[in-house]
């Protein structure tokens, strides 16, 4: 585990949560889902990969504690799959982390239907349509459901249409499930990365590729670690954020709103 998520965890506050959380084989959502069980919670932890899955089992080694479900979050029946395995495992969920999702680049004029419906699809879709399958599972007493958007989908980046359409969607559907759910006590928000260091990003990192562009254009100018938006998530499900819902928190060292320069 990452030292900076070491340093900044909070055992137990998360105590007595159920977490679903997806895109877990891997970058932010292992360590979301790994920090969510040093915290107290029990966790369902979902992605495509089950080999990455059955790493992240061995590390944490707490069997009453996590649980994991290999799927593929686009298919017609993975969210009620998914809704009832944690029903199964450890009752009511009252904490859904939508993590699960697929960066990538592309102009307008490249864009084919295709490209447009898989990061639609993948970005968007999961968290919608895994959020519908859950929502009539959480307690009455309500919970969280906290989704990933990105900085993408809070400005306009050159190259980008499709991604950032798709993380557009989730901001924006953030805010109208915090209207809907909020009589039930469901909190719903997001977290907006910058960029993170993760297996999909680090080959670009290391070749500098986003040296002027991002880093040293923030106040932050330092590449972020998934542990960065772990706790940002963590905080989000947790009741230290028991009166904040509808809002998107970039999570980017600034990147999103500011220019730094030397």
Request: glycine residues 10%; hydrophobic residues 45%.
């Given at each position: 585990?990452n030292?900076?998520?070491?340093?900044?965890?909070?055992?137990?506050?998360?105590?007595?949560?159920?977490?679903?959380?997806?895109?877990?084989?891997?970058?932010?959502?292992?360590v979301?889902?790994?920090?969510?069980?040093?915290?107290?919670?029990r966790?369902?932890?979902?992605?495509?990969h089950?080999?990455?899955?059955?790493?992240?089992?061995?590390?944490?080694?707490t069997?009453?504690?996590?649980?994991?479900?290999?799927?593929d979050?686009?298919?017609?029946g993975?969210?009620?799959?998914?809704?009832?395995?944690?029903?199964?495992?450890?009752g009511a969920?009252?904490?859904l982390a939508?993590?699960?999702?697929?960066?990538?680049?592309g102009p307008?004029e490249?864009?084919?239907?295709?490209?447009?419906?898989?990061y639609?699809?993948?970005?968007?879709?999961t968290?919608?349509r895994l959020s519908?399958?859950?929502?009539p599972?959480?307690?009455?007493d309500?919970?969280?459901i906290?989704?990933?958007?990105s900085?993408?989908?809070?400005?306009?980046?050159?190259?980008?249409?499709?991604?950032s359409?798709?993380?557009g969607?989730?901001?924006?559907?953030?805010?109208?499930?915090?209207?809907?759910?909020?009589?039930r006590?469901?909190?719903?928000?997001?977290?907006?990365?910058?960029?993170?260091?993760?297996?999909?990003?680090?080959?670009?990192?290391?070749?500098?590729?986003?040296?002027?562009s991002?880093?040293?254009?923030?106040?932050?100018?330092?590449?972020?670690?998934?542990?960065?938006?772990?706790?940002?998530?963590?905080?989000?499900?947790?009741?230290?954020?028991?009166?904040?819902?509808?809002?998107?928190?970039p999570?980017?060292?600034?990147w999103?709103?500011?220019?730094?320069?030397?």
């Open positions: 585990m030292s900076r998520a070491e340093s900044l965890s909070l055992p137990g506050q998360l105590t007595g949560r159920t977490a679903i959380v997806t895109g877990a084989a891997s970058g932010i959502g292992r979301t889902a790994d920090l969510f069980v040093r915290r107290g919670a966790v369902l932890a979902v992605d495509l089950a080999d990455g899955l059955a790493e992240l089992a061995e590390r944490i080694a069997p009453d504690s996590l649980h994991t479900v290999a799927v979050l686009t298919d017609a993975a969210p009620d799959h998914v809704a009832q395995s944690c029903l199964e495992r450890f969920p009252n904490v939508n993590i699960a999702g697929k960066a990538g680049d307008l490249d864009t084919t239907d295709e490209d447009l419906d898989f639609l699809r993948v970005n968007f879709g968290a919608f519908r399958a859950t929502v599972h959480f307690p009455p309500g919970g969280a906290v989704n990933t958007s900085t993408f989908g809070l400005v306009g980046v050159r190259g980008s249409a499709p991604y359409a798709a993380k969607a989730v901001t924006s559907v953030t805010r109208q499930l915090a209207a809907d759910l909020g009589r006590n469901i909190r719903v928000n997001a977290v907006a990365p910058g960029l993170i260091a993760t297996p999909a990003t680090q080959a670009k990192i290391d070749a500098g590729l986003f040296d002027d991002v880093t040293r254009s923030r106040p932050l100018p330092r590449v972020g670690v998934p542990a960065d938006i772990a706790n940002a998530v963590a905080f989000l499900a947790s009741e230290d954020a028991a009166f904040i819902t509808g809002v998107t928190v999570v980017c060292g600034g999103s709103t500011t220019r730094y320069r030397d």
